[in-house]
C-alpha cells in the first residue's frame, strides 16, 4: 500500500473513530436523562442553539423527545452503542491495515450512497451533497487500498 493511501485510510480510521466517540456520547446523554422531561431538555437545546422549533430538524427532534418513552431511550442507548462499538472496531482494524476493515468501511459507507442520491433527488441540499460525495471518496479509497493488496498477476496473456 502507498504511504498515500495508507495516510487516507487512517484518515477514514480517525473519523470513524469521532463518529463513534459522538454516538457514545450521545447515548451516555440519553441514558442520563431516561428519567428527566426529555421533550423539555430538548426544547432547551432549540432554543440555546437558536434554533426555529417550527423548522423541519428542530420539529422532529422535538416530537420525537415528546413521544419517546424511559424503555425506548434505552434500547436507543444500546443501539448507539452498539453502532459505536462497530466504529471502533473499524478504526482499530484501519490503522492496523486489516482487510476486513477496509471491506466494512466500503460496505459501510456505499450502503448509504442509494440512499442520499434519492434524498438529493427528492430535497437538494449542499449538506447531503457534501455527505454524499464524502462517501463516495472513502468507497473509492477503500476499493484502491483492496485493490493494492491482491498480488500482481503474473503470466498474463
Do not use: C
Not at 432547551?44 to 422535538?62: D, E, G
Amino acid at each position: 500500500m502507498s504511504e498515500r493511501t495508507r495516510a487516507t485510510v487512517r484518515m477514514v480510521a480517525w473519523i470513524e473513530m469521532i463518529k463513534g466517540i459522538a454516538v457514545l456520547l450521545v447515548a451516555t446523554g440519553l441514558l442520563l436523562l431516561v428519567h428527566d422531561d426529555l421533550h423539555a431538555v430538548a426544547a432547551q437545546i432549540v432554543s440555546h442553539l437558536h434554533l426555529s422549533p417550527t423548522s423541519r430538524y428542530p420539529h422532529a427532534v422535538l416530537d420525537l423527545a415528546a413521544h419517546l418513552e424511559p424503555g425506548h431511550i434505552a434500547w436507543l442507548a444500546v443501539g448507539g452503542v452498539t453502532y459505536a462499538l462497530v466504529r471502533f472496531a473499524e478504526a482499530y482494524g484501519l490503522f492496523n491495515e486489516r482487510a476486513w476493515a477496509e471491506w466494512l468501511a466500503a460496505l459501510s459507507s456505499g450502503i448509504y450512497v442509494p440512499i442520499e442520491i434519492a434524498e438529493l433527488i427528492r430535497r437538494p441540499s449542499v449538506f447531503v451533497a457534501v455527505v454524499l460525495v464524502l462517501n463516495l471518496i472513502v468507497v473509492a479509497v477503500m476499493a484502491v487500498a483492496l485493490r493494492r493488496r491482491r498480488p500482481a498477476e503474473s503470466g498474463s496473456t
